[in-house]
């Protein structure tokens, strides 16, 4: 079953711009990962964070946890054409992955 | 660099046909996986495989089956394809049983079962 759930479904802004998606979860986890799907091809890992991690920093890529409230965000800032691609949020619980249905972001030149 | 290979972009198969997708990774890891993504559900589990000749079932086994006979390789087994089956085939393996491992995939492969 799918445990993490983005939010919007669908992003689209100016390039320049940043872009801020939403991932929430249900279950206790051991980390949090983001991963890149460009049209048709396979995934691509960004970023991962643990669950005792707040805050994370990958050049433009910031990411945020919560277990709290078992939410998690991605932050792309100054955002390029090249960014245009879905992004998925997947929940690692002692190596069972679980993905979300993921975020298309679309970046307008 | 790992690189996980799936050994087709594009099947096109027909109904009640057997079909074998392929994937072959590089780096010697241990857990490999094979997920399912269609529009609007997100990738979902098919079956995972932890050690060579080692299966669980994931989410939606229900008209696969796997193997794996070397660790490098794991096979994705559509007993009689249907038409519910066409979607895009994902493979990925994973380093080591260990928390806080990425992912690495393949390219995919997108199967029509007409």
């Known amino acids: 079953s799918q445990q993490g759930e983005e939010d919007p479904q669908a992003l689209s802004i100016q390039e320049g711009e940043n872009a801020t998606m939403n991932c929430s979860y249900k279950?206790?986890?051991?980390?949090l990962q983001w991963y890149r799907q460009n049209s048709g091809r396979g995934l691509v890992h960004l970023i991962l964070?643990?669950?005792?991690?707040r805050e994370k920093h990958s050049g433009r890529l910031r990411v945020t946890l919560d277990t709290s409230k078992k939410s998690s965000s991605l932050l792309i800032t100054a955002s390029r054409a090249a960014d245009t691609a879905s992004y998925f949020c997947?929940?690692?619980?002692?190596?069972?992955?679980?993905f979300g249905a993921g975020t298309r972001l679309t970046v307008k030149p | 660099d790992v690189k996980v290979t799936q050994s087709s972009r594009y099947l096109v198969k027909r109904t009640g046909e057997k079909v074998f997708l392929e994937c072959v990774q590089d780096?010697?890891?241990?857990?490999m996986f094979w997920y399912r993504q269609d529009p609007g559900l997100g990738l979902r589990l098919i079956y995972f495989s932890y050690d060579v000749k080692m299966k669980e079932k994931g989410d939606i086994p229900e008209g696969y089956s796997v193997s794996r006979e070397k660790k490098e390789r794991f096979s994705l087994i559509l007993e009689s394809a249907s038409t519910n089956q066409t979607s895009m085939y994902l493979c990925?393996?994973?380093?080591?049983?260990?928390?806080?491992?990425?992912?690495?995939f393949g390219n995919g492969t997108r199967l029509t079962v007409t």
């Open positions: 780096m010697d890891h241990e857990n």
């Open positions: 964070i643990r669950s005792n991690e």
């Open positions: 990925a393996s994973l380093l080591r049983p260990s928390y806080n491992s990425p992912l690495h």
């Open positions: 279950t206790s986890i051991n980390n």
């Open positions: 997947a929940t690692d619980k002692d190596n069972d992955m679980r």
